[in-house]
C-alpha cells in the first residue's frame, strides 16, 4: 500500500509585526524632520526630532495593532482615536501653526478616527463578541 502524501497548508500571515509600524514611523519621522526645518538646512536637533518621533510613532502602532485587542471596543477605538489625533496635530504644530489650531485639528481627527473605528468594530465581530481576525 502506498502512503499518502502529506498535504501542505497554508501558512497565515501575521499583521501583527514590525515591517507596517516601522514603514509608517519613518515616512512620519521624515516629516517630521522636514516640516521643522522651515527652508533651512538640517541640524542635529531636527534630526533628533525626526528620530524620536518615528521610534514613538512606530513602537505605538505596534503596540496597538499587537495588543489592542485586549481592550474592549469602545477603548479600542479611543486609542486609536487618540493616537491619531496626537500624531496629526504634533506634526501640524512643527509647521508654525498656533498651539490652538494644533489642538482643534488634532480633537477633529481623533474623533473622526475613533468614530470610523468604533463603527469598524462593532460592524465586524462575530455573535459571540470575539473581533475579526485581522
Known amino acids: ?13 501575521s499583521t501583527n509585526g514590525w ?10 519621522g521624515f516629516y517630521a524632520e522636514v516640516n521643522a526645518r522651515h527652508g533651512g538646512g538640517l ?29 474592549p471596543r469602545e477603548g479600542r477605538a479611543v486609542a486609536w482615536g487618540a493616537l491619531a489625533g496626537i500624531a496629526v496635530g504634533f506634526l501640524y504644530s512643527l509647521s508654525n501653526a498656533s498651539v490652538y489650531s494644533s489642538a482643534l ?11 470610523a473605528a468604533f463603527y469598524l468594530f462593532y460592524t465586524h465581530e462575530d455573535a459571540a463578541g470575539h473581533p475579526a481576525p485581522w
Open 1 to 13: 500500500m502506498a502512503a499518502h502524501a502529506a498535504v501542505p497548508t497554508r501558512r497565515r500571515v
Open 19 to 28: 515591517g507596517l509600524p516601522v514603514t509608517i514611523g519613518v515616512l512620519y
Open 43 to 71: 541640524s542635529w536637533g531636527q534630526f533628533w526630532l525626526g528620530l524620536v518621533s518615528a521610534v514613538v510613532l512606530a513602537v505605538a502602532l505596534y503596540a496597538l495593532r499587537r495588543y489592542g485587542r485586549a481592550l
Open 105 to 115: 485639528l488634532g480633537l477633529i481627527v481623533g474623533v473622526v478616527t475613533a468614530g
